[in-house]
């Protein structure tokens, strides 16, 4: 058998052929023409496979048939080899470029329809991965308030992760109100200092602290929509939200802040 080194017929592998092609086609590159028989015995391919991997392999011009009795087979040159794919795998790509636009050309009507229809889907469960392009959307349709109960590790990676987002509301319309616990190192209460005075010039930001770290996390935009944390305790997407429009839980998510937010005391600057 010839000595095919598995890295080589993998890298063939990662250029578009299966592991057999490539064995195949390695195989004829490092011994030159060799019958169906030769290749089985030097490939290890059984030869009842052969038949079709050689076919295949002529298919995407990487083997040529010698017309001899016995038939023989040799391979292109690796370097033609490897273009050939190069190039196949590029014209694959754009082929699959086009029709991912023109899937999501085709999908764009349908998404409007789901969007305008989305009163039908009040509750919805929002995994943690993908919990940050949920609260995005929310921040960018904001009109008027944003009221949010959050822990002072979930508020230093929001504000980071949604600097953009509230930097681009309308600061005369978008209030931005935040409960968090209070602080107690010096290092905490500048960092959140900090933090109020360089979106203080972007956007309309008041946060006042509770005592302890809040037992709900939670979003509340424009009293319209919100997003409970199943996890209030642990880190921006590693718990999964609820989100809904419903009227009977944005009231009861709205009074709840208002509760905690007449207890709260103002943030002291140092």
């Given amino acids: 058998m010839s000595a095919i080194q598995d890295e080589d017929v993998k890298a063939l592998a990662s250029l578009g052929l299966t592991m057999l092609q490539a064995t195949v086609y390695l195989t004829l590159v490092e011994l030159e023409t060799l019958t169906i028989k030769d290749i089985a015995k030097n490939a290890g391919v059984a030869r009842q496979d052969l038949y079709r991997i050689t076919s295949e392999l002529q298919e995407r011009s990487l083997v040529e048939q010698i017309i001899t009795k016995p038939m023989m087979y040799r391979a292109v040159p690796l370097k033609r080899g490897v273009t050939i794919l190069l190039q ?35 509750f919805i469960l929002v ?33 980071y992760s949604f600097a953009e987002e509230y930097k681009n509301l309308e600061i005369d319309h978008v209030k931005i109100r935040v409960i968090v616990e209070k602080g107690e190192d010096e290092k905490y209460q500048n960092s959140l200092n900090e933090i109020e005075k360089s979106y203080k010039e972007k956007i309309s930001i008041e946060v006042k602290h509770i005592r302890n770290p809040p037992p709900v ?54």
């Fill in 217 to 270: 996390a939670m979003a509340i935009v424009d009293k319209k929509e919100v997003l409970i944390i199943a996890s209030p305790d642990v880190g921006l997407t590693d718990s999964h939200a609820l989100w809904s429009n419903n009227p009977s839980l944005l009231e009861l998510s709205h009074s709840y802040f208002e509760m905690v937010w007449l207890k709260a005391s103002k943030s002291e600057k140092t």
């Fill in 127 to 159: 995994p943690g991965k993908t919990l940050i392009f949920k609260e995005k959307k929310m921040i960018e349709t904001a009109e008027k308030g944003i009221a949010i109960i959050t822990s002072q590790k979930r508020l230093s990676q929001r504000l």
């Fill in 88 to 122: 196949d795998l590029q014209k694959k790509n754009c082929e699959a470029n086009k029709r991912a636009k023109e899937l999501l050309q085709r999908y764009k009507s349908k998404e409007a329809i789901v969007k305008n229809n989305l009163d039908k889907y009040q």
